[in-house]
């Protein structure tokens, strides 16, 4: 883990507005993440955790106020948001593996198509980075092949391989049989150990407590609760965040 942070956010959200037609789901966030800093965002079904990740990498686009990654200020011109979205690594849900290419296949092609490495290039950072999710031997297999833990894996090792700032993961182990969340958690711990800057959506609260510099909870469109795991797992002192953590250590 990090110590305190310094230096400049790498991801910094001033008053964030979210609206969906009339339906506001982002009502004034602002948000630093720095270098090195791994930021768990928990909270209710319908905060807005989802949609505030996909502001960041321009999936979906604010209605108000700015966002600024590594010094840019995001904009929706194709090639400033091209740049930005190059910084972001994203890992969902679903895994969104291309079925018809094998593993090192979906690990190369953005690699070559997006940052014009070689082939030699793009499979020699496929192979090194599958070693580093613990999937070597798995470089020709095709995806349907693999258990969910180990698609959710690949996926993770091609986000790295555009080198990206800052990763972003939305409940990645969400979709997950219980015996395989522990392998995809491990492969994030490392990389949070690593220096990793990430911000994580997800409900495995060991995970908080263990990798999390700071545990973000959002409640209704806002910020409701932010600091240390303990401070905000334990000794919640708003209202939505008490709520919210006293219905979780119920289930
Ligand atoms: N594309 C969309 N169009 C309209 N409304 C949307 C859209 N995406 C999200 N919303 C609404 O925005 C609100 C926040 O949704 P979001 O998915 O960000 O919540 P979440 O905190 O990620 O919830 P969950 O824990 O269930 O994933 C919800 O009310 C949702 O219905
Ligand atoms: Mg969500």
Excluded: W
């Excluded at 095709?142 to 833990?149: A, I, K, M, N």
Aim: net charge negative; glycine share 8%; charged share 25%.
């Amino acid at each position: 883990m990090s110590t305190t942070p310094q230096g400049q956010p790498l991801v910094s959200m001033r008053g964030i507005v979210k609206r969906f037609g009339e339906n506001v789901v982002l009502d004034g966030v602002d948000l630093d993440v720095f270098p090195g800093e791994v930021v768990v965002l928990i909270g209710p079904s319908g905060a807005g955790k989802s949609t505030l990740l996909r502001c960041i990498n321009g999936l979906e686009r604010i209605s108000g106020g700015t966002i600024e990654v590594d010094g840019d200020q995001l904009s929706y011109q194709e090639s400033a948001i091209n740049k930005i979205r190059s910084r972001i690594g994203m890992v969902f849900q679903s895994f969104n593996l291309f079925p018809h290419m094998t593993v090192a296949q979906n690990i190369t092609m953005a690699q070559r198509d997006v940052l014009g490495r070689s082939a030699d290039d793009a499979r020699r950072r496929a192979v090194e980075l599958l070693d580093r999710v613990g999937l070597a031997e798995k470089a020709d297999a095709y995806p349907d092949s693999l258990s969910g833990g180990q698609q959710q894996r690949v996926a993770i090792a091609r986000a790295l391989a555009m080198d990206p700032a800052v990763m972003l993961f939305d409940e990645p182990t969400s979709a997950l049989d219980p015996e395989l969340v522990g392998e995809v958690l491990h492969v994030m711990r490392e990389l949070a150990d690593e220096g990793m800057t990430m911000i994580v959506v997800t409900h495995e609260m060991r995970f908080a407590r263990r990798a999390a510099d700071r545990v973000v909870l959002m409640a209704d469109k806002q910020i409701v609760e932010e600091g240390p795991p303990e401070q905000v797992l334990d000794h919640p002192t708003s209202e939505r965040g008490q709520a919210f953590l006293r219905q979780l250590s119920e289930e």
